[in-house]
């Protein structure tokens, strides 16, 4: 039998979490919470260090996303894809700034090759990264992939703005966290 | 409200294939199938000119893909994304070579720049390319985003061997309809 479809899910303990009525009115909250997201994944055994979150420009959640790669066993469940996904799926929009608000990711690491070209499609006006690439490499063991040379000039070319090292420090903590205590690379 | 789950489907005509019952034992015949999904994808009216097909060394299928970005509303859900979930949902292996049987990606055009990362994350050992960026570009209007400059030599490197120009023709010819029928771009 060949599969059809496919499910993916967040975990549960993101429900209680109640984050739809909260706001995030600056980039400081909304790097606080990608990074709140990844530490939680990891204390609660539910993934790796990584942890995404998208926002309105109001400051209104708009979709989450924590690393599902092995509980999923799905190598495209990253932070950033369930946050896309997951976004997309909320709001019934493949572009999901399409409507005129402008539309923020935070993640609290560098995307990787994937999640770097899923960003381009995926309606984003402005991108937070955390760690940087070669921390989450450092740090935890991760392969990130090759990226073009200028991978920020080719975001800001499509219209998308890049702020590195928000709070690098706290989100390189997850990380050094998770690799040293032996948590599964992949 | 958040959502945390997203559910994606292929369309029910893959079913009336029967693929399972098929086998496909050269790289001729794993791109005819990857461009006949593409073709039919078009004719069916179930998404973008983009079919991939993922086999393993006998040329058994293990997971297929056609685009359903706007069925879905779903940026992610590019032909080699949703043959990657399907396939990892399918054998519970987030590396689709991880128990040594070498696999094969066949997709009717070059990866974007999100399915280029996915295709390192994914366990493959073979990627096999229909038509070229440029030709998805031209014929169809499609943007494929930016890719390292040597992207070919980022997945040799990574034991990732790749084949440009399998039935480039024939690829063309559904992205020329697609493109010349006023499909939808994204």
């Known amino acids: 039998m060949i599969y059809l479809q496919v499910h993916l899910t967040l975990p549960s303990w993101l429900e209680d979490m109640q984050l739809h009525a909260r706001n995030y009115p600056d980039d400081s909250a909304r790097m606080a919470l990608a990074i709140e997201l990844a530490r939680r994944n990891v204390d609660m055994q539910t993934g790796g260090p990584f942890g995404a979150a998208l926002f309105d420009e109001s400051g209104r959640v708009l979709g989450i ?55 381009i499609w995926a309606g984003i006006d402005r991108l937070l990264v955390g760690a940087r690439a070669s921390d989450v490499e450092s740090l935890a063991g991760f392969d990130e992939g090759p990226l073009p040379t200028d991978w920020i000039g080719a975001l800001q070319q499509r219209g998308i703005e890049v702020q590195l090292d928000l709070q690098r ?6 990380l050094r966290e998770y690799g040293s205590g032996g948590g599964k690379r992949y």
Do not use: K
Request: aromatic content about 4%; some cysteine; overall charge positive.
């Open 65 to 119: 996303g924590v690393n599902r790669v092995v509980s999923m066993n799905c190598s495209v469940a990253h932070a950033e894809m369930m946050a896309f996904m997951t976004a997309q799926a909320r709001t019934q929009q493949l572009r999901l700034n399409e409507t005129g608000t402008r539309v923020t990711l935070a993640t609290s690491a560098q995307p990787c090759s994937m999640c770097y070209g899923a960003s």
């Open 169 to 174: 420090e706290a989100a390189c903590a997850v």
